[in-house]
């Protein structure tokens, strides 16, 4: 985490900063703080007599074992809002990324090749963007999306249609999308979603964006897809295990990000003065 949550946090009470036995650790904590790679089991916090708070500074639970907090009253907060404008600006750059072959033309370079004529890619103007999952970084997506002239049409089940985007049936979305981008978090209904049915259905040279969950799209299918040309690019953020170090590494027409979604300055500070506002107010409590 950076130094100025640190700090932050340092105001509320002790801190203990990456603990090497950080079950010992929680022997005596009143609070855990943690990203997205820590898992909070119930194995875990077995021990932790004194908890009171999970903390995850980020978005998604996943990671969290939130009915073993709850036997426990242990309180589980997040920071949802924090990242919202960096994940929803990585995802744009991913399709304007993959639309023109940003990755591909870049190492070429890199590599002394100029290589004009076979990298004429395409524009987002005018294509149609489908969203799966329209909370908040979905929605503002589409709104990024709207003033780039994209037609935008989303499926979420809790949510409505609105200015920025239709919401229509996931199996429709699929069929009828250029370009589909991931913002939803995974259930096991979801798991997998995009697989080799699914992508069958998708239209020849679909784009597939995730900057939400890894587990939501089956590897070995994105993997066939894409060396078919079935999917003509796709750009990810996040994987079902990371660091990720797969065989999609080996595709020219994939672009890989090492998890960097919330991964900006003004983010980092958001999150932190959000989580340490949030933890002080539990802490009270």
């Not at 007599?49 to 589980?76: E, M, P, S, Y």
């Not at 987002?124 to 929605?139: D, E, F, S, W």
């Amino acid at each position: 985490m950076e130094k100025e949550v640190i700090e932050l946090l340092k105001e509320i009470g002790a801190v203990e900063y990456k603990p090497a036995n950080l079950q010992a650790a929680l022997q005596d904590a009143d609070a855990l703080v943690v990203r997205s790679a820590t898992k909070v089991t119930a194995e875990l916090i077995a021990n932790a007599t004194k908890l009171k708070v999970v903390a995850r500074a980020g978005v998604g639970l996943d990671n969290v074992d939130i009915a073993a907090c709850a036997k426990r009253n242990i309180k589980v907060i997040n920071t949802p809002g924090a990242s919202t404008d960096a994940v929803a600006e990585l995802a744009i750059c991913f399709m304007i990324a993959a639309c023109r072959n940003l990755g591909r033309a870049h190492f070429g370079m890199k590599n002394k090749k100029w290589e004009k004529k076979e990298l004429i890619g395409g524009e987002i103007a005018g294509k149609t963007l489908g969203i799966v999952g329209y909370g908040r970084i979905g929605r503002l997506v589409a709104k990024k999306a709207k003033a780039l002239s994209m037609s935008v049409i989303a499926f979420d089940p809790h949510s409505k249609s609105d200015e920025y985007a239709k919401l229509i049936p996931l199996e429709q979305l699929f069929s009828s999308s250029d370009i589909l981008s991931f913002h939803c978090s995974v259930t096991e209904e979801n798991k997998n979603m995009v697989n080799a049915n699914s992508i069958s259905k998708m239209k020849d040279g679909v784009i597939i964006i995730n900057a939400a969950r890894g587990a939501l799209i089956d590897e070995d299918a994105l993997y066939e897809a894409c060396k078919s040309g079935k999917v003509r690019a796709a750009a990810l953020d996040v994987y079902p295990s990371e660091p990720y170090s797969g065989k999609l590494l080996s595709l020219e027409n994939i672009i890989l990000t090492p998890h960097i979604g919330a991964a900006t300055r003004e983010a980092q500070e958001r999150i932190g003065k959000e989580l340490a506002e949030k933890l002080k107010e539990e802490l009270k409590s």
